[in-house]
């Protein structure tokens, strides 16, 4: 049963940890390798998170 829980908080804290990278996907912006490495690897910290999101917002996509 631990493992059930582990799964499942895994598969609900990756997508929010990376909803920055997935907001500019979607978006299709040119930037998009920036976004994904200030998430990745300044992520877990709240600010560099932030900072990813609010730079996947800003600016308009291919679209």
Do not use: E, Q
């Amino acid at each position: 049963m631990d493992g059930l829980y582990l799964a499942l908080i895994i598969a609900v804290v990756v997508p929010i940890y990376f909803l920055p990278t997935i907001i500019v996907m979607i978006r299709g912006r040119n930037d998009g390798c920036g976004i994904f490495a200030v998430n990745l690897l300044f992520g877990a910290t709240v600010i560099g998170w932030i900072i990813a999101l609010i730079w996947s917002l800003s600016g308009k996509g291919k679209r």
